[in-house]
């Protein structure tokens, strides 16, 4: 027997993290039990309304991330339960992996790559990065983040968001239709959910346009993947970065297969000095609970 409150494991950790946790909790992966308190889960992980009541003793969620769509807070609120995330320490790490992709799919890094190891040299121009209208849908910490390192490579940078920014100096557009048909490169750094879903279809692609460039390192639900799929098919736009997808892992294999399309398995906050401040900030966030102090940076 144990007294270490029983805890539920629900996303991938690193092997530290998880001897961390051992040394404050019963940990269980693969399933909670009835008597779980603590969760901790992922930016992506889904913890509806009758997985809540399902687990009458959970005290706190702690989300290793910053995405929240996938928890009912409102369930969580109806009974107490705190939700935390780790916002800040992963906002520069994503907002650099937006870059690297805009770069990559105009410079075709990924593509010219895999030409020269196959022995090949001979390959097409990229395009310019430099001088492009740059569009950013979002304007959050991470928004602003892109948008301070996009400014450099933009004739004009443009962005938007719930409200105009009076504060900043970038052209705020209403809707993300006029932001594509204003931009060349269309970035997309907005929380996932019911308001965000597919946000990104056939109608913006086009507003795009065949020189356009989408990037995505916000959540795969933003994008119809199949209006995508058809519109860089047809050359309705001239290529795409993506870190995350629809149904991760499960990217389809018409974007596997396209040259003009750079791909990264949801790594937008994955270096070694980011994941460690994620963690640290799960488990200060957990140990706060405990120990009946304030949580560092609580959601609900």
Do not use: C
Not at 236 to 261: K, S, W
Request: no cysteine; charged share 20%.
């Amino acid at each position: 027997m144990t007294d270490l409150p029983p805890l539920f494991v629900m996303t991938p950790l690193a092997s530290e993290m998880i001897e961390q946790l051992e040394q404050r909790f019963t940990v269980h992966r693969g399933g909670g039990p009835e008597d779980t308190r603590a969760i901790v889960a992922g930016g992506a992980s889904v913890i509806d309304a009758a997985m809540i009541e399902a687990l009458p003793r959970l005290e706190i969620i702690a989300i290793n991330g910053v995405g929240y769509d996938g928890i009912d807070l409102e369930a969580a609120r109806a009974r107490s339960i705190r939700v935390t995330t780790t916002p800040d320490v992963l906002t520069e790490d994503v907002a650099d992996q937006a870059i690297a992709l805009m770069l990559a799919v105009q410079r075709r890094i990924a593509v010219n790559d895999r030409m020269v190891r196959d022995g090949g040299w001979m390959v097409p121009p990229g395009r310019q990065a430099s001088g492009r209208r740059i569009g950013i849908f979002g304007l959050g910490r991470i928004g602003r983040a892109i948008a301070r390192r996009a400014e450099p490579f933009a004739a004009e940078l443009l962005y938007t968001a719930r409200h105009a920014k009076p504060d900043l100096p970038w052209r705020f557009l209403p809707d993300i239709r006029a932001l594509a048909a204003a931009s060349d490169v269309l970035i997309l750094s907005a929380p996932g959910g019911e308001e965000t879903q597919h946000i990104v279809g056939a109608e913006v692609l086009a507003e795009l346009g065949p020189d356009g460039v989408l990037v995505n390192v916000a959540r795969g639900s933003l994008v119809d993947e199949a209006a995508l799929i058809a519109a860089l098919a047809e050359g309705q736009i001239a290529g795409a970065g993506l870190d995350v997808f629809e149904n991760e892992p499960d990217v389809p294999r018409a974007l596997r297969h396209m040259d003009h399309v750079v791909l990264a398995p949801h790594q937008g906050s994955a270096t070694v000095a980011g994941r460690a401040a994620m963690a640290a900030l799960v488990l200060a966030n957990l140990d706060a609970y405990f120990a009946g102090k304030p949580l560092p940076t609580p959601l609900v």
